[in-house]
């Protein structure tokens, strides 16, 4: 795929990064990149930035709430540099570890329509297919993994979501699947930071 930092595929997502910009001049407010080298061997992919998380700081999962618990999970397992991350000139860095989002704009209330999200699933795709042998791919939230069994070509009745669920893929890679680790999830007990942090443990024997 092309590079995405001008698209505007998405009438309406390119409308609301400007809306926001207005707002918020200080922003990133553009489609939102990878982060992490593409040759690691985790991919995590979430739903869409969040409004002052990633649409704010222009990487994914960096500012926000979910963030927190994301790159705390990663830090305990050796998949980057610090615990905490609020801004894309912190110093973080991945270790054999790359995250994306389903949706690389921020929709509007967080909800991206059916015709963004299969206009951005070719990114979505490019992403997978640079993930190597023996990979793992880490869905956070049942978007992201229908997300991701379409860019797969997968059927999802026979992948679905369901917490802490793994399956074998072709070329030896493992798709794994988790609750989002928002703020929400973690205020209603649908995820603990114990039960978000064993699913990186799995992942890290898997790939010893």
Known sequence: MSDLSGCQLCPRLAAHRETVKLQYPAYHCAPVAAFGAASARLLIVGLAPGLHGANASGRPFTGDASGDLLFTALHDHGFASQAQS????????LIDCRITNAVKCLPPRNQPRASETNTC?????AEIG?????GVLLTLGGFAHRAVTRALGLRHAEYPFARAAAYDLDARRTLFSCYHPSRYNLNTGRITAA????VFGRIRELLR
């Not at 699933?121 to 795709?125: G, I, K, T």
């Not at 640079?130 to 023996?134: E, H, M, V």
């Open 130 to 134: 640079d993930l190597p042998a023996g």
């Open 86 to 93: 609020r801004s894309s000139a912190d110093g973080m860095q």
């Open 195 to 198: 039960s978000f942090t064993e």
């Open 121 to 125: 699933n070719p990114y979505l795709r």
